[in-house]
């Protein structure tokens, strides 16, 4: 191990931090990404000096040169995580040491010096404690933290950058889409494309949404809350969401999801409900599935449910499908039952409900 691997986190208190009526009052209604906290973690990286000045401070702004790589060039990554309530009052992490190895892979990808995977959990554990009193108690709430990095030398040479700046902050979240999780109708996206065989897709960076946003514009103008998107080879296979990935199940009780072949990202929520799954005693696939084909199968019966799980929204009924030449209804277009049980395992397990039986929990206090 080296050096900047065992450094611990200075804190600096926010002097002005919300007042505890005031963030109760937020706690409240949170809504999804628009409360957030008084403090972020920040740590530094240069050639020099490798990772250093590790600490929890006053969450403020970046005082950044207009000539900052990250403003042209686009090095940049993030995670997305939540911190859960338990029972008793305590909180705890779900499988951080998976968003440490994503972050990583991510950081690889995009040629950025990768963050120590027990720095990375060393900082969201060291957050979400002096937090605390931000993480919300209220059914499907949670403290969501948003770990990223980014290229801060300042130059406008093509290069990887040589210095970064990592930052951790959070966020008080209730669900993400309003009312729960009502089912969603997707716009399938013949127009654009998510990501190609050896591009980002699998690397969780902000370039990636960048590319998907004119995508889901469109998914909006059609009245569709999503957009699912095809391989961009043969425009045929199911990739995944903007930020989901996405399940189907069939009316023998199997269930299948779209390989991890390079262009899709590797959902932590898709690889535990996978395991949940198969506890429950479903089979699950891992392969292609086709667009003309799930047309066909909603329409016939034989495929009964579909949906999209992520951190964010845990998992998400699929009700509809629409595009220019598709329109289809899923089962009944509400949320299966299914859906629904692999939901509250999962969700039991997170908010200490249910036995942790593959060892997921970090617990914290
Ligand atoms: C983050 C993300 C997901 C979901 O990953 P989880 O680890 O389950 O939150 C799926 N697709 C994309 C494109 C993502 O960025």
Known sequence: MTESDTQTFL???????VPASEREALLQNPGFGRVFTDHMVTIRYSEERGWHDAKVGPRKGFDLDPATVVFHYAQEIFEGMKAYRLPDGGATLFRPDANARRFRNSALRLAMTPLPEELFVESVRALTRVERDWIPAADGAALYLRPFMFATEVLLGVKPSAEYVYCVIASSVGSYFKGGSPAVTLWVSENYTRAAPGGTGEAKCGGNYAASLAAQAEAIEQGCEQVVFLDAVERRYIEELGGMNVFFVFNDGSLQTPPLTGT?????????????????????????YAIDQWQADAQSGRLTEAFACGTAAVVTPIGKVKGRKYGFTIGDGGAGPVASRLKAALLDIQ???????HGWLDRLF
């Open 264 to 288: 899709i990202l590797p959902g932590i929520t898709r690889d535990s409900l996978i395991t949940l799954a198969r506890d429950l005693g479903l089979t699950v696939r891992e392969e292609p």
């Open 11 to 17: 804190f600096e208190k926010n002097p002005n931090p």
């Open 351 to 357: 908010n200490g409900r249910a036995a942790d039986r």
